[in-house]
């Protein structure tokens, strides 16, 4: 059973369409607070995709945290 006070603040769509239409530039980690490696996905441009795509998959299946842990998870 999922905790409550596990779950990000942070919407799962919005981290979903930004890592989307926007991860190689990191968006999606500067919106959750992980600033710093957003940076590092903005210099690499998301290690030429890789990890952009490794996040995608796991904001979708909600294994996604914030930068304070709590995981972004799908409400609908």
């Not at 995709?49 to 996604?64: E, K, S």
């Amino acid at each position: 059973r999922k905790n409550p006070a596990d779950k990000s603040s942070k919407d799962w769509i919005v981290t979903l369409l930004l890592c989307f239409f926007l991860g190689g530039f990191g968006v999606h980690r500067f919106y959750v607070g992980k600033v710093g490696t957003g940076i590092l996905q903005l210099i690499t441009l998301g290690a030429c995709g890789v990890w952009t795509l490794v996040d995608f998959i796991m904001i979708a299946l909600g294994n996604f945290t914030d930068a304070d842990g709590k995981r972004i998870l799908n409400d609908r």
